[in-house]
């Protein structure tokens, strides 16, 4: 089986020692440890020569560490994401406010009392509305938007929690790469 470390070529020197070289080194001369100069042979001479794995060279990185950034990346991204969609929802939230709730109530109230029980007071804050509004909607209409802005409301909250959930999630996956492959060196 071929091994897919890069390999040093084991010089010999005169006193006995062995120096170790890449072949991009073949033609070069080096001094030994002991003071000798060694001539590096040429390529095809320093293929017949003992060769040893490189320790120093840098392992490959196997094919769950190569996702290590993408999955970082696209979980950092879909975690801001989520997260500007929940705040979104909830800064900007379709839904009405209480004072809006108690008023269309009031309203709903007062729509429902005969003309002839209403005071002049009232009968003149009908007309101003209807003059400015023009005729209101039924009950039913506007209790059909609220139950859409409610809906509408309830999924942007699940697609920004999914999205901030799977982000998370993607994120310490590739943190995990990231402490479990082997340091380089």
């Given at each position: 089986?071929?091994?897919?470390?890069?390999?040093?070529?084991?010089?010999?020197?005169?006193?006995?020692?062995?120096?170790?070289?890449?072949?991009?080194?073949?033609?070069?001369?080096?001094?030994?440890?002991?003071?000798?100069?060694?001539?590096?042979?040429?390529?095809?001479?320093?293929?017949?020569?003992?060769?040893?794995?490189?320790?120093?060279?840098?392992?490959?990185?196997?094919?769950?560490?190569?996702?290590?950034?993408?999955?970082?990346?696209?979980?950092?991204?879909?975690?801001?994401?989520?997260?500007?969609?929940?705040?979104?929802?909830?800064?900007?939230?379709?839904?009405?406010?209480?004072?809006?709730?108690?008023?269309?109530?009031?309203?709903?109230?007062?729509?429902?009392?005969?003309?002839?029980q209403l005071g002049a007071d009232d009968l003149y804050?009908?007309?101003?509305?209807?003059?400015?509004?023009?005729?209101s909607q039924t009950l039913d209409q506007h209790l059909?938007?609220?139950?859409?802005?409610?809906?509408?409301?309830?999924?942007?909250?699940?697609?920004?929690?999914?999205?901030?959930?799977?982000?998370?999630?993607?994120?310490?996956?590739?943190l995990s790469l990231s402490l479990t492959s082997p340091?380089?060196?």
């Amino acid at each position: 089986m071929p091994t897919t470390q890069p390999q040093l070529f084991l010089v010999p020197c005169s006193c006995g020692e062995k120096l170790r070289v890449r072949g991009g080194q073949a033609g070069e001369k080096l001094t030994c440890k002991c003071g000798a100069s060694v001539a590096i042979p040429t390529i095809r001479h320093l293929r017949q020569l003992e060769t040893v794995d490189d320790e120093t060279a840098p392992k490959p990185q196997t094919a769950l560490a190569a996702w290590q950034g993408p999955l970082f990346s696209i979980g950092a991204i879909l975690l801001f994401v989520g997260v500007i969609i929940i705040a979104y929802t909830r800064l900007f939230s379709v839904l009405p406010p209480d004072e809006l709730l108690r008023n269309f109530e009031e309203n709903m109230k007062r729509s429902m009392t005969p003309v002839e029980q209403l005071g002049a007071d009232d009968l003149y804050e009908e007309f101003k509305m209807l003059r400015d509004q023009g005729t209101s909607q039924t009950l039913d209409q506007h209790l059909e938007h609220a139950r859409t802005a409610s809906a509408g409301h309830q999924v942007r909250q699940v697609i920004g929690g999914s999205l901030a959930g799977i982000g998370g999630l993607l994120l310490i996956v590739g943190l995990s790469l990231s402490l479990t492959s082997p340091q380089r060196k």
